[in-house]
T-cell receptor, first 110, second 112 residues
């Protein structure tokens, strides 16, 4: 079946890099996404990667996709306290279904 | 400004009543989605629609109903059959030209 898994918590120090990991089961994905959610708010799209790409970089964000292992990661360079939030990985499947992981709560300590 | 709007932001209902949550988008997107968010469980897909007058059940459709009579609108009804309706509900849409899914700000439903 379709499933997207993430670890629930990550804690880093300000200025360090953060790496948030995600695994998925359905190999028919077309796009994979990273979203950020701040308390009480909707989801903000951070970046996305087409399923035939290996890497995408966008300023402080680097997305790595290992299609063989069905593993996606988001690296945030020079993490700031404003980056503290919940980060969701999502997978878009053929047929239009869009499924999300449980979210990883990132805590950035000064 | 183009965007996706959910209303109301907070909704209170008595147990046993049906309630309808609104989701409107002016992005000309074909696909629309409804998710439920509970603490520690991420987003779970309730229903989705790829085109007008067509929709599919997601992973937790029981106790919910939707309609898609217009491209811009995808209302969700939480029926009295939904055993635990108190949650944060999020609506999203995706266009055909670009893969980004845009989200509304959510509706927090509390059933008392």
């Amino acid at each position: 079946g379709e499933d997207v898994e993430q670890s629930l918590f990550l804690s880093v120090r300000e200025g360090d890099s953060s790496v948030i990991n995600c695994t998925y089961t359905d190999s028919s994905s077309t796009y994979l996404y990273w979203y950020k959610q701040e308390p009480g708010a909707g989801l903000q799209l951070l970046t996305y990667i087409f399923s035939n790409m290996d890497m995408k970089q966008d300023q402080r964000l680097t997305v790595l996709l290992n299609k063989k292992d069905k593993h996606l990661s988001l690296r945030i360079a020079d993490t700031q306290t404003g980056d503290s939030a919940i980060y969701f990985c999502a997978e878009s499947l053929r047929g239009g279904k869009l499924i999300f992981g449980q979210g990883t709560e990132l805590s950035v300590k000064p | 400004d183009g965007g996706i709007t959910q209303s109301p932001k907070y909704l209170f209902r008595k147990e046993g009543q049906n309630v309808t949550l609104s989701c409107e988008q002016n992005l000309n997107h074909d696909a629309m989605y409804w998710y439920r968010q509970d603490p520690g469980q991420g987003l779970r897909l309730i229903y989705y629609s790829q085109i007008v007058n067509d929709f599919q059940k997601g992973d937790i459709a029981e106790g919910y109903s939707v309609s898609r009579e217009k491209k811009e609108s995808f209302p969700l009804t939480v029926t009295s059959a939904q055993k635990n309706p108190t949650a944060f509900y999020l609506c999203a849409s995706i266009g055909t030209r670009a893969p980004e899914a845009f989200f509304g700000q959510g509706t927090r439903l509390t059933v008392v």
